[in-house]
């Protein structure tokens, strides 16, 4: 309604002060109204992307895929689909399920309820720029597998987790799909990478701070 009161309003000066709508383009038209043209329609609006089938995921600026990369999701389907926004932003977020029980220079991997015996305390598994998209779902740094590996979060290597981070904000809107349209053309180029299949950390560096600095 407010746009169709300024049109007329337009209209109106247009006719009181003798002005030729001839001389009007219609991108002048558009602007006149703080319009953007078709090719910049929706500019500057971050959205996310996951294909559980191809692994991956795409940030999208508008239409513009500004970040691809591949990914690894849950096992067993454990990844929720659906749609979904950013719920929070943690750059040193540490997992409240999965970690590592310690004492005295001690280190079991297990899950919280694992508790040893006295003494132990529980360190959580590192979650560097974690991204939680549903309550106890995060997007973060973790080994890419070429094949879903997780316990249900999404993982992505160290540079893009970190762009990642910068570029979503609370309330981006994320879409996660067995299948998404950027796979037939963005999605075929990615390259699988190859960290997996370096060596686990060892505990020792796990549980400490230095978990968060790659560099």
Same mark, same amino acid.
């Given at each position: 309604?407010?746009?169709?009161?300024?049109?007329?309003?337009?209209?109106?000066?247009?006719?009181?002060?003798? !002005?030729?709508? +001839?001389?009007?383009?219609?991108?002048?038209?558009?602007?006149?109204?703080?319009?953007? @043209?078709?090719? @910049?329609?929706?500019?500057?609006?971050?959205?996310?992307?996951?294909?559980?089938?191809?692994?991956?995921?795409?940030?999208?600026?508008?239409?513009?895929?500004?970040?691809?990369?591949?990914?690894? $999701?849950?096992?067993?389907?454990? $990844?929720?689909?659906?749609?979904?926004?950013?719920?929070?932003?943690?750059?040193? +977020? =540490?997992?409240?399920?999965? #970690?590592?029980?310690? +004492?005295?220079?001690?280190?079991?991997?297990?899950?919280?309820?694992?508790?040893?015996?006295?003494?132990?305390?529980?360190?959580?598994?590192?979650?560097?720029?974690?991204?939680?998209?549903?309550? #106890?779902?995060? !997007?973060?740094?973790?080994?890419?597998?070429?094949?879903?590996?997780?316990? #249900?979060?999404? =993982?992505?290597?160290?540079?893009?987790?970190?762009?990642?981070?910068?570029?979503?904000?609370?309330?981006?809107?994320?879409?996660?799909?067995?299948?998404?349209?950027?796979?037939?053309?963005?999605?075929? =180029?990615?390259?699988?990478?190859?960290?997996?299949?370096?060596?686990?950390?060892?505990?020792?560096?796990?549980?400490?701070?230095?978990?968060? @600095?790659?560099?």
């Amino acid at each position: 309604m407010k746009k169709i009161l300024q049109i007329l309003l337009f209209l109106s000066s247009c006719l009181h002060f003798n !002005i030729s709508l +001839k001389a009007i383009s219609f991108d002048d038209f558009l602007d006149f109204f703080e319009k953007d @043209n078709k090719n @910049n329609y929706n500019k500057g609006v971050i959205s996310v992307k996951v294909s559980l089938n191809n692994q991956a995921l795409y940030v999208l600026e508008g239409n513009k895929v500004i970040l691809a990369s591949h990914v690894c $999701t849950g096992k067993r389907d454990s $990844t929720p689909t659906g749609y979904f926004k950013v719920l929070d932003k943690q750059m040193h +977020k =540490r997992s409240s399920s999965y #970690g590592f029980w310690v +004492k005295e220079g001690k280190y079991i991997p297990s899950d919280v309820s694992g508790c040893p015996g006295p003494g132990w305390r529980y360190v959580g598994y590192p979650m560097p720029y974690a991204v939680e998209f549903s309550p #106890g779902y995060y !997007i973060h740094q973790g080994y890419v597998w070429p094949v879903p590996r997780s316990h #249900g979060c999404i =993982r992505l290597e160290w540079k893009e987790a970190e762009r990642f981070y910068k570029l979503v904000d609370r309330g981006t809107p994320i879409s996660i799909k067995k299948t998404q349209p950027e796979d037939k053309k963005v999605g075929k =180029r990615l390259k699988q990478p190859k960290s997996y299949k370096k060596p686990d950390p060892s505990p020792f560096l796990l549980v400490s701070e230095r978990a968060f @600095n790659p560099y």
